[in-house]
């Protein structure tokens, strides 16, 4: 029979108000006798003859019994005064009754039974709560395994997370049920307790192998452990059980994209729009694999729609600018990436893309650009004149040139603002010299590797991606990287290939052994590409790969390498990678990250913890610096951390990079000569 504490509020129906004063009188007199320490048996038994009269006989017995005691319990006495003040609907009197029971015998599990019912039947949820999760702990065999889910499930609403998991474990305990198994599923996912998580989701299957719900559990904690895969297998599943659940239908999209799958990704997403059409972040995310499968006109429907809807989104509006930018719309591809600058100024690489369609609008006529572009300005002179200085600094001197023209349009007696217009006029004359200039050398000399490398950049950086690759690839051809060419690795930048016979030097200890590598900040995956071909070499060799923001050509190249499966890739803030990773785990740390002082160290002093003795350490940029960071050129930062490990540390190499081995302890070294 189920217990009464588990009665719930609704069908509590406390009996007709008993209106005999003698009855409250006979209540109170005891209540008293029971406050001052006084033998309160007269009083029950006075209690005891009043309920008789009235016919409540079951009471009679209690009151009559407890009048015989020589010694009552004390909480019994006082759960049986607040269930009488119950019947008549005195509920402060009851509750202080119960309270009473409780502080005379805290083990007491009926006295909390009775207050949790009381408190359930006024409305106060949580006290009820709390009430009847005490009954539970004092007898947990009151209740069934459906009131233990119950429980669990008032808890988990009151976010209860702890005590919601142990009402769900004594419900399996009791008898296993694919709904309790979901239920603990769900909230440890909400927990984050991933592998407790899973188990649960899979008990639940093997109970209910139809329950689409755990399949995308199971996809949820798939995709928390970047197990894409595994994750979009779940996910399948879970939308052929439950085709009509936007949210499988809407993940499953994603996970397709994330795996640069377009095409079924675009069906996902299709269907997911046909349960939810209003759905701005459907629009948003199939706009953006429609753009990858060079479908611009319905990419654009779908990507206007997003902006309009998640009009504080720069995504919406950055991937809008790409469409217009491959249509050739310059003029709608520059206001779509102003608007993207004034949402969000720190998008990696905004200011270079801005740049590059502004570029190729000026191309279009300049007077007759800004003349356009002036009509429906709608931003401040300040932030006009502030984007074309964050412009001039990356060289995107036409983008320059532009904001200032728009700036001095909507204030035009800023004589400063001339000033920098005239400069930046100058300078962008000086770069066309310079390319014009590195056309004419490397005709002459097209032996000459560095020339394809600065060309390339130069050229890249003013949008000519496409050219810049091409330099990039026969620059790699010189310096020895034959691969680069029969693989046809696409390199928009090349800050990499002027370090190859150094690395050959001093990496080739590596070749065709069990390497565990480490990469921070990967971009391209130039760097990558290269150790896969001529270093990574065994089939175990394993490379983790740290970028906060990988480009998407990274894959691209890392898939011409023949050995993906070697990748490990973390998109991901270094310090905080680095601080989870395992202690001396890694043969070789490649470290290129944020070249400033302060994170330069700090990305030091977690990756020498990781750094197996013996193993090497490079870092990249050693010698960099930038007139807008003084005080914190990347050598005083390395320097700072070669300090504290001067002991440890052998230096191999030392000039644009630094290159040092980690020293083998005395102990260690005899130990491994034997």
Known sequence: ??????????????????????????????????????????????????LQGLGRFQETIFWHTAALEETPNLAALYVNLGRLCIKQRRWEQATLYYE????????????????????????????????????????????????????????????????????????????PSFQTHYNLAVTLTAQERWQEAKTAYQNALEINPDHAESYYGLCKVAEQENDLQQA???????????????????????????????????LAYQQALEL????????????????????????????????????????????????????????????????????????????????????????????????????SATASPEFYAETAQELKQINQLDGAYFCYRMALHLQPNRSDWYTELEQIWAAREQLQARLAELRAELAQHPEQSWLYTELGNLLSNQGEAAEARLLHRQGGILRGWQR?????????????????????????????????????????????????????????????????????????????????????????????????????????????????????????????????????LIFDDYEWSDANYPGQETKIGIDAFMATVQSEVEVLHRAYQLIVRKSVPANVASNVAR
């Open 276 to 375: 939810n059409p209003e759905f701005a972040w459907s629009h948003h995310n199939l706009g953006y694999v429609l753009l990858k499968q060079g479908r611009l006109q319905e990419a654009q429907e779908m990507l206007q729609y997003a902006t309009q809807h998640l009009s504080e989104s720069p995504w919406s509006y950055c991937h809008l600018a790409e469409v217009f930018n491959q249509q050739g719309q310059w003029g709608q591809a520059s206001a779509a990436f102003l608007n993207v600058v004034q949402l969000q100024a720190d998008l990696p690489g905004i200011y270079y893309r801005l740049g590059h369609v502004l570029r190729r609008y000026l191309e279009t006529g300049v007077e007759a650009a800004i003349a356009e572009y002036q009509d």
């Open 1 to 50: 029979m189920t217990p009464d504490f588990l009665v719930t509020p609704a069908t509590v129906t406390p009996a007709i108000n008993d209106l005999l004063s003698p009855l409250n009188s006979a209540i109170s007199d005891c209540a008293e006798a029971l406050q001052t320490g006084q033998s309160p048996a007269a009083a029950c038994q006075r209690l005891g003859d009043i």
């Open 232 to 266: 979009l297998i779940y996910c399948q599943q879970a939308v052929e059980l439950s085709p009509n659940s936007f949210a499988a239908c809407y993940t499953l999209g994603t996970l397709l994209l994330k795996l640069n799958r377009w095409e079924n990704a675009a």
């Open 484 to 616: 680069a060419a029969t693989r046809e690795y696409s390199f928009a930048h090349d800050w990499f290939t002027h370090n190859i016979p150094v690395w050959t030097e001093h990496l080739q200890r590596f070749v065709n052994l069990p390497v565990n590598a480490l990469e921070i900040g990967s971009f391209e995956g130039m760097s990558s590409c290269w150790l896969l071909d001529y270093i990574l070499t065994h089939p175990e060799a394993k490379l983790t790969c740290i970028d906060l923001y990988f480009q998407e050509s990274f894959g691209l190249n890392i898939a011409k390498t023949g050995s993906p499966e070697k990748i490990i890739k973390i998109a991901a803030e270094s310090h905080q990678t680095l601080a989870s990773l395992e202690s001396q785990a890694y043969d070789l740390i490649y470290i290129d990250g944020n070249h400033l002082a302060d994170h330069a160290q700090q990305d030091a002093h977690l990756s020498w913890r990781l750094l197996k003795p013996g193993g090497l």
């Open 100 to 175: 009473q029971a409780i502080q005379h015998d805290p083990t007491s599990a009926t006295a909390y039974r009775s207050l949790g019912n009381l408190h359930a039947h006024l409305g106060q949820s949580e006290q009820a709560l709390e009430c009847r999760y005490q009954a539970l702990m004092l007898r947990p065999d009151w209740a069934t395994p459906q009131n233990q889910l119950k429980l669990g499930n008032l808890f988990l609403s009151a976010k209860q997370a702890e005590r919601a998991i142990e009402c769900y474990e004594r419900s399996l305990q009791l008898q």
